[in-house]
């Protein structure tokens, strides 16, 4: 079983819907939980950053994470085509840097 | 500002050549990071950098050399590659190193080993 699950997709909206990308994780020392997206042939950015349970707002952008289910959820409202890109996923433990990384989400968003 | 900047963009070398990727990050951080990230696929860590020291080595070939020259600049020395090693090489940074703590990463240099 890997550390962490995300389906691939694609995942494929039309424009202004409500988007939802999950990972699952299976290790429950892990408190550090970031979503990057990444623009094709671009470096990943960093979008959002939750340390441990509860929801993160900016902007369209909210981030979920249910420690309990090792769950954890980025919702995108009013999805643009301009969010096109791929979604990672990335987890963290308590005492090193080392970041365990879903396989990504492709998302695209239909004019 | 919380920019890392790499160059080249692009790189297109030969198995028998020597070549140097570079980054750079204004923003005092203390941990630099390289990655190496094939299509469709995550980052995958290769060298850390913590004061300036190597603190990790995730069993990368040889033909990879880091060098952090000072706190600001990191590079990654390339040898005798081979066609395999083709990916997007990552550069990110973070405040600070051993404590969990966001890493930026750089737009990365896109290697072809013909």
């Known amino acids: 079983q890997k550390e962490v699950e995300q389906d691939p997709g694609p995942l494929s909206v039309p424009e202004g819907a409500i988007v939802s990308l999950n990972c699952t994780y299976s290790?429950?020392?892990?408190?550090?939980f970031m979503w990057y997206r990444q623009y094709s042939r671009k470096g990943p950015e960093l979008l959002m950053y939750?340390?441990s349970s509860g929801n993160k707002e900016d902007g369209r952008f909210t981030a979920q994470v249910d420690k309990s289910s090792k769950y954890i959820s980025l919702f995108i409202r009013d999805s643009q085509p301009s969010d096109s890109a791929t979604y990672l996923c990335?987890?963290?433990?308590?005492?090193?840097?080392?970041?365990?990384w879903g396989a990504g989400t492709k998302l695209i968003i239909k004019p | 500002d919380t920019e890392v900047t790499q160059t080249p963009k692009h790189l297109v070398m030969g198995m028998t050549n020597k070549k140097s990727l570079k980054c750079e990050q204004h923003?005092?951080?203390?941990?630099m990071y390289w990655y190496k990230q094939k299509a469709k696929k995550p980052p995958e860590l290769m060298f850390v950098?913590?004061?300036?020291?190597?603190?990790i080595n995730e069993s990368v070939p040889s033909r990879f050399s880091p060098e952090c020259p000072n706190s600001s600049l990191l590079n990654l020395h390339l040898h005798a590659l081979q066609p395999e090693d083709s990916a997007l090489y990552l550069c990110?940074?973070?405040?600070?190193?051993?404590?969990?703590?966001?890493?930026?990463f750089g737009p990365g240099t896109r290697l072809t080993v013909l």
């Open positions: 990335a987890i963290s433990g308590d005492s090193n840097y080392q970041l365990i």
């Open positions: 990110a940074s973070s405040q600070d190193p051993g404590i969990t703590d966001t890493q930026y």
């Open positions: 939750t340390y």
């Open positions: 923003m005092g951080h203390r941990a």
């Open positions: 290790n429950s020392a892990f408190q550090y």
């Open positions: 950098y913590s004061y300036e020291k190597l603190s």
